[in-house]
């Protein structure tokens, strides 16, 4: 059985590199679903991808980057309809990211959806996805199929908005799709900047009064260096972060999502861990998040399950 299927977007991230005070720009493999998908498998479960990659070089590139990295791609499309999409990622002095997209359109919005992408999502346990594949009407429909299917399935489901504003045609729309598919989720992550929007709140714990009505079984609210707080069917809990030199912030919250998916999914009841437990998969994620933020890129900086093992030992000491 696959664990997870992770829907949505894949990417060549360009990564800005210094060489005696010149920027250079690296290709690395990105996408947030994508990246998921990939923080899963090298965790040490079983991560499945649907998506959709430009019949190109870096078409190429991004099935052999998930083919290495043991992740299921029987539903990754490659569509002559457009290029493999470009992030061009730009990092101020603390390591925060800011991105330039080239997508009018870009391969990853055509995402396929037929009997194959069904039975993968019928033989997993958790459906993951994001917004960015819901920023054109067509990414918007075929989002919403995958979605009702795992629905239908009973499938635990986790969605995490990764809003990009410069995608979308207004932010409007962008606020009214998010909103319309947290009726039909149980995990939520958002950042802090995420809850203000959605919510419309300005202040913190208005953001998480909001949240709270919700009633969803998880969201989990990342704050960078301030730490994490999660609603557990209501009750909050909050965890620290681990404090790292902090090199390169992309994919933090796509390695927290995929190190709390993959502790929450050794629960014999994912949406009802102890208190106790779901403290420890949030530290855990952390530290996924932690080792991801210290190395370049995304999908090359995920660390394996031992590496984070060995890193929060050694923290502890």
């Excluded at 679903?33 to 991004?62: E, H, M, T, W, Y």
């Excluded at 919510?199 to 953001?207: F, T």
């Excluded at 933090?252 to 403290?279: I, K, M, Q, T, Y």
């Amino acid at each position: 059985m696959i664990d997870v299927v992770c829907l949505g977007e894949i990417l060549i991230d360009m990564t800005p590199r210094q060489d005696h005070q010149r920027t250079f720009y690296e290709p690395n493999p990105g996408g947030a679903p994508a990246n998921v998908a990939v923080a899963i498998a090298r965790l040490g479960k079983k991560a499945a991808f649907v998506g959709s990659v430009g019949d190109d070089f870096f078409g190429q590139f991004l099935r052999e980057t998930l083919l290495a990295h043991h992740v299921d791609i029987r539903c990754l499309h490659t569509t002559h309809k457009a290029p493999t999409t470009l992030a061009f990622v730009h990092l101020d002095g603390q390591g925060e990211r800011s991105f330039s997209f080239y997508r009018s359109p870009g391969a990853d919005l055509f995402l396929p959806w037929g009997r194959q992408e069904q039975a993968l999502i019928a033989e997993s346990r958790l459906f993951h996805f994001g917004s960015l594949s819901m920023t054109t009407p067509y990414g918007r429909k075929i989002t919403r199929k995958a979605l009702e299917y795992a629905k239908k399935k009973g499938k635990i489901i986790s969605f995490d908005p990764n809003l990009r504003p410069s995608l979308w045609k207004n932010l409007t729309e962008a606020k009214k799709t998010i909103l319309s598919v947290l009726p039909h989720i149980h995990i939520l992550k958002v950042s802090e900047e995420e809850l203000s929007f959605l919510s419309g709140k300005a202040h913190l714990q208005e953001g998480i009064s909001w949240a709270q009505r919700l009633a969803l079984p998880f969201v989990i609210i990342t704050r960078g260096k301030e730490g994490v707080i999660c609603l557990h069917q209501g009750t909050l809990l909050s965890s620290s972060i681990y404090e790292v030199e902090v090199i390169d912030t992309t994919g933090a919250g796509d390695a927290f999502v995929g190190g709390f998916l993959s502790r929450l999914l050794e629960e014999n009841d994912p949406c009802s861990p102890s208190r106790e437990r779901l403290l420890a998969h949030l530290r855990y994620a952390s530290a996924v998040a932690a080792l991801t933020v210290s190395r370049r890129g995304a999908i090359p900086a995920l660390p394996s399950h031992s590496e984070v093992e060995n890193f929060m030992a050694s923290s502890r000491q």
